[in-house]
């Protein structure tokens, strides 16, 4: 064989590098340039989620007021559901995307499943890959503020009817110290204590009685494990929520886990209260054995549990029936949601916090205008607007979803009750099952979460109750003592 | 065609002194002369090149740059990056959770070497062994690398579940034993997480002793037979000094890769409990990542570089102690 001649040579290997580099642009373009699409979870049922805020308008130098269509086409894209949500979940939100679309037609909304992880929200953070509008917790707003990770929607919201009747201490969540307003609270929620009230019969507990003290809870579980051997009570302690049920426990007790604010701020872990409270979890681990055999629980695979009926009792947001019904499926002749006993101390009160709705800061004018547009929409607009209202359950009624979550108020709590009322023939959420914690919530004090570095926090004290649910003879007082250390290092940061 | 002389270049790459002055020039010339720049060859060989230079360039090497670049940098990739020297790799020595890390790391690699390293190796060689149904073993033994990472870790996570009921515990019980913790207690965790780790990855390991194990003279064999050899001392005489050199490859391998064990923790524990089973690369993870307002993404590049650095040197001084080992 004899080998090419150098023309030849430099002919083809010009055709390979040509070749390989348009295969090479062909391959690498999906995984480089829309990141959201990767990054981001899939959407299941809305159209594929966009890079990031396609707007076909040029942005434009004063958005308009938000009860105006926009004049051009305008595409943004929302955060829609959590990711492995029912369909019929999906088919509720695809409704009111089309009842949005049909009310402003110059907006096209795209959707992108969403679940506020804080790992999953820093990679989209610091990929910029966050849609134009998304969801946060009460928690992260200052700090996104202080970032300029959010955009000021001051204007837009003061074009809203309702822009006056917030509760100002909700509303500050997504303020900045000037009072400039660049998130909008959508929800609130006290914690509450979820039962499954078929173990209560199971166990011999009258299931219309949920526990009243911590006494009571801590028999009920004890019988709940020796009568199913199913955990009795079991407590969060991954992904940040060990430190977000410890701090909900010392707040029962009457602890706070900082004093002060900024960088002013000071740990206070190593209080009498946060001792208690990892002494009773010690005791109901150790000494009743009533909290099952998983200790490494977050959030998501607590419901997983509790929903598939192998939890009786564990702490959570009052609102989470919403996830337990659309992702876990839980039967509602199952659930049962009580008020969190408090302790006799004058700082005894439930831990509260929220969810803030806020826009993209890098969307454009346009795509800022749609967004709060929709926040008023898919948010609001249900809170405040008997038409809205009515329109919302009735859409999420059809479509099996759940209506009439117990919730908290953003306004105050006679507007909520007005909005209940307007969507009473609609709600099909186990009423009856929820009165302790609904008859009772309004009277307990709502202490907001700790205000300072509280990811942190929160991350730091995880280890501490693995430790003591996993360790007999793990130290409190050392631990303790650790952990309030750690965290005031942190807190001393910059 | 010629062949090299095989007995020089062995000779030259010992470093042999019994070498010649005549064998060296001469081998000098010709590495200098396969690394001359012929034209018109060489532009051709550069085109091909060119790809794939470009691809290792932007999608390897550039950032690796960029890694080095922010681990001197105070940065969350959200404001502008600040240049705060070696702050970075202070703050994560400085931190306490930092040596747990270290030394899950090691406990993990010591125990993966102890109970993981000779399981394929013994799989291998009682597999060579076998005489009939051998493809049905190597299939049995590779599955487990096919079975997709997460979803082997959600099986076992039931095999692992601490009730009674849990697949581990009802075997357990069997023999009349008590329910062990498995993954829930800090104790049992990690050596937990080498027998999951160690049956998804054998299989692979198992291949390639396989292969080597073809390389084995049969007469060798013969010859022990011929001698009264019995398994043991066929394979101590015969099979692990042709293996010694895979052997030494596969060790090296195994310990870089379990330096890096992410996935196995961050999946099964979240590196609990109470840190038991943080890693390295899970301590990168959650500072890059664990804050939701802004990773520290300067102390995560610190970290991994601390930690390239770490198994380069090691690499380096393993090579160098092995060197005459491997033949």
Sequence with gaps: ?494 | MQLPDVRKRRSLLRGAPAASVGSIAESAETRGRTRSWRPGAGVAGLLFLLPMLVIFGVFSWLPILRALEMSVEKTNLVAPPVFVGLDNFARVLADPVFWVAVKNTAWFALLALIFGYPVPLVLAVLMSEARRFRGLYSVLAYLPVVVPPVVAVLLWKFFYDGSSTGVFNTILGWFGMKPAAWLQSAGTAMPSLVLEATWAAAGGTVIIYLAALQSVPAELYDAADVDGAGLWRKVRYVTLPHLRGILLITLILQIIGTSQLFLEPFLFTGGGPANATTTVLLLIYRYAFQNSIGGDYGSATALSVMLAVFLAAFSWGYFRLTRGWAT
């Design chain 1, 1 to 494: 064989m004899t080998a090419p001649n150098r023309p030849t040579r430099l002919a083809i290997a010009a055709l390979a590098v040509v070749s390989i580099l348009g295969a090479c642009t062909a391959t690498a373009a999906p995984t480089v340039v829309p990141a959201t699409a990767t990054a981001a979870p899939a959407t299941a049922t809305a159209p594929a989620a966009t890079a990031t805020a396609a707007v076909t308008q040029a942005p434009t130098a004063t958005p308009a007021p938000a009860t105006d269509t926009p004049a051009a086409q305008t595409e943004i894209t929302v955060v829609s559901l959590i990711p492995g949500s029912e369909q019929t979940a999906f088919d509720a939100f695809n409704a009111q995307v089309a009842q949005f679309e049909a009310k402003y037609p110059n907006i096209k909304v795209n959707a992108q499943e969403y679940e506020w992880t804080g790992p999953t929200f820093a990679a989209m953070l610091a990929g910029g890959t966050l849609p134009d509008v998304f969801t946060i917790p009460f928690t992260d707003g200052k700090s996104l503020i202080e970032q300029h990770q959010l955009a000021d929607i001051s204007t837009l919201v003061a074009a809203l009817p309702y822009a006056a009747k917030f509760n100002p201490n909700v509303l500050d969540a997504g303020q900045d110290a000037s009072g400039n307003v660049f998130a909008i609270p959508t929800a609130a929620y006290g914690t509450g204590l979820h039962y499954n009230r078929s173990l209560f019969a199971e166990a011999g507990l009258d299931p219309d009685k949920p526990p009243t003290s911590w006494a009571e809870i801590r028999a009920a579980a004890k019988a709940i494990a020796e009568q199913t051997g199913m955990s009795g009570y079991s407590e969060m302690s991954q992904s940040n929520t060990g430190g977000w049920m410890l701090t909900t426990f010392t707040y029962l007790l009457g602890g706070r886990m900082e004093e002060g604010i900024g960088t002013t701020a000071q740990a206070t872990l190593d209080n009498a209260a946060t001792k208690t409270a990892l002494q009773t979890l010690h005791d109901m681990r150790w000494t009743d054995n009533s909290m099952g055999s998983n200790f490494l629980l977050d959030w998501g695979s607590i419901n997983q549990d509790f929903a598939a009926g192998k939890i009786g009792m564990y702490m959570s947001g009052s609102d989470v029936y919403t996830s337990l019904k659309r992702t876990n499926n839980i039967s509602p002749d199952d659930y049962g949601l009580a008020a969190l006993p408090l302790a006799d101390d004058p700082n005894a009160g439930i831990l509260g916090g929220g969810t803030l709705a806020a826009v993209n800061v890098k969307s454009s004018d346009a795509a800022k205008d749609a967004a709060v547009k929709w926040i008023d929409f898919y948010y609001m607009s249900k809170l405040l607007n008997q038409e809205a209202a009515v329109l919302d359950a009735k859409t999420l009624f059809d479509a099996g979803q759940p209506v009439g979550v117990p919730a908290l108020p953003i306004f105050d709590k006679a507007t909520l009750d007005q909005s209940n009322e307007w969507i009473k023939s609609y709600i099909n959420v186990p009423l009856d099952h929820m009165s302790s914690f609904t008859s009772g919530v309004f009277q307990q004090p709502l202490v907001p979460e700790p205000a300072t570095h509280t990811q942190e926090l929160y991350a730091a004290l995880d280890p501490v109750v693995q430790a003591v649910l996993t360790d007999e003879n793990a130290d409190i007082d050392a631990l303790l003592t650790k952990v309030d250390s750690d965290v005031q290092a942190i807190l001393a940061k910059p």
